[in-house]
């Protein structure tokens, strides 16, 4: 997410943090670096041009404090502003309505009909609401079958009446879910391959039927500056409350997410980050623009941890760390829990000097993790609670039984042991860096 954009502002920065002060010709050296990092990304060419212009002209206004650096001042006006470029403030859904609407329109493969399930996903994990599904979308082949199919993984319940007038289906949906106790009522709407009269006049019929909360609208990131023509054009007919940007974990210069509060007035409300059906994240300028710079994003990462780790579990683990009776048991417990969390090279781009360290080009195959989980299973759970009665012949069981080598084997018993070790001399005061 934004990586290309995010090394060529971390370069530019580093550069200046250098200098003993802030003059007029090394500020210009460094807008040029961030105005071409800006259009490489496909922002927007005005909004670089205005972007670039008050980064220039707060620094060279601002007087710098003998407690300050003038490059981290620098790189805090940057930030500052890359967060107003963004939207400033995050933008949360609406909870009104009894129940709450929400309408997504978007083009023809921008994902509305993945998204609608991640949204819903997202307010029953994150909220404890209680979504409906309804399927509007009755023109494209599949697309009712494609819903019916999200819901059934998600165990959500999906309102159709088949292909019959999407405001009537919108309407009677409303009321089903005032009957049956629903907080949101999701509509998946039709897309088309562009915007025409036939497709806006139905959106336009719909919303005017059911008043909904939110009109959101889903965007291909990687559509690069053609999305701001599409927001602009649905704006025009619809009262747009935000803007869901998909596809952003993929090869996307991220231009696009830059651009939009900023020409169209719209807020990002949401992000989507993965293909999975939790991989969608409420956007915050804030963090993403710490994000961007290489800050990291420790808030978003503990309200991950937060969200999937049983605490009392991680707590239990932490006591038998420090007592030193922490076992195989309790490691495949945590991993399960860690491999809730999604890629973990991801996590670790969350953490602030990841760059500095060399941890953004990690890369952990998640054979690996499946190959150490199988063998702890493959072990009886006497086994798991006592490793050292591991030896020869236990081995050669284990490898057998998970299909891996007994060298394989050997060598999670070696680290493990490793790294209760470590843990114990932690949590004695001992530890000493091995550097």
């Known amino acids: ?68 650096k003038p490059g981290d001042l620098f790189v805090k006006i940057v930030k500052d502003e890359l967060t107003e470029l963004l939207g400033g403030e995050s933008s949360p859904l609406s909870m009104n309505g009894n129940p709450a609407t929400l309408m997504l329109v978007g083009l023809q493969g921008s994902g509305k009909t993945t998204t609608i399930g991640k949204l819903a996903n997202f307010l029953r994990k994150k909220h404890g609401k209680k979504p409906l599904l309804v399927a509007c979308d009755v023109y494209r082949p599949a697309a009712i079958d494609q ?30 879910a005032k ?35 939110e009109v959101l609208l889903v965007i291909d990131s990687m559509m690069g500056q053609d999305a701001i023509n599409v927001i602009t054009g649905f704006h025009e007919s619809l009262s747009l409350t935000g803007v869901i940007l998909t596809k952003l974990d993929g090869d996307t210069r991220g231009g696009v997410a830059l651009s939009v509060r900023h020409l169209t007035n719209v807020p990002i409300k949401f992000i989507g980050t993965s293909e999975k059906l939790d991989g969608l994240d409420s956007f915050d300028p804030e963090r993403m623009a710490g994000r961007i710079l290489g800050m990291g994003d420790i808030v978003s990462l503990v309200e991950k941890a937060t969200e999937v780790i049983d605490e009392e579990e991680a707590m239990s683990a932490a006591k038998k760390m420090q007592s030193g009776k922490y076992d195989l048991e ?27 360290m060399g941890l953004t080009n990690v890369n952990i195959d998640p054979k690996q993790i499946a190959h150490v989980e199988a063998i702890v299973l493959s072990m009886t759970p006497k086994e798991r609670k006592n490793p050292d009665i591991i030896k020869a012949s236990r081995k050669t069981r284990i490898a057998k039984g998970c299909g891996l080598s007994v060298q394989e084997v050997n060598q999670l018993l070696m680290q493990f042991d490793q790294m209760k070790k470590m843990m114990k001399q932690m949590s004695s005061g001992n530890f000493k860096m091995p550097f």
Not at 161 to 168: F, N, Q, R, Y
Request: hydrophobic letters at 35%; glycine letters at 6%; aromatic letters at 6%.
């Open 1 to 68: 997410m934004f990586e290309s954009l995010g090394d060529r502002l971390q370069n530019a920065l580093h550069k200046i943090k250098g200098y003993g002060k802030i003059t007029e010709d090394n500020i210009s050296d460094m807008m040029r670096e961030i105005r071409l990092a800006l259009l490489e990304a496909d922002v927007n060419y005005q909004v670089v041009k205005e972007f670039t212009n008050t980064v220039k002209e707060k620094a060279l206004g601002e007087e710098v404090q003998k407690s300050i």
């Open 147 to 176: 819903l019916k199919q999200l819901g059934k993984q998600l165990g959500i319940e999906v309102y159709e009446e088949g292909k019959k007038d999407p405001v009537e289906i919108s309407k009677k949906a409303i009321s089903y």
């Open 179 to 213: 009957e049956n106790g629903y907080d949101y009522v999701l509509i998946d709407t039709a897309g088309r391959l562009h915007i025409d009269e036939e497709l806006m006049d139905e959106l336009k019929n719909i919303e005017k039927a059911i008043n909904p909360q």
């Open 330 to 356: 309790d490691f495949l417990k945590q991993m399960k829990q860690i491999k809730k969390l999604g890629p973990l090279e991801n996590l670790i781009k969350m953490l602030p000097g990841a760059k500095k």
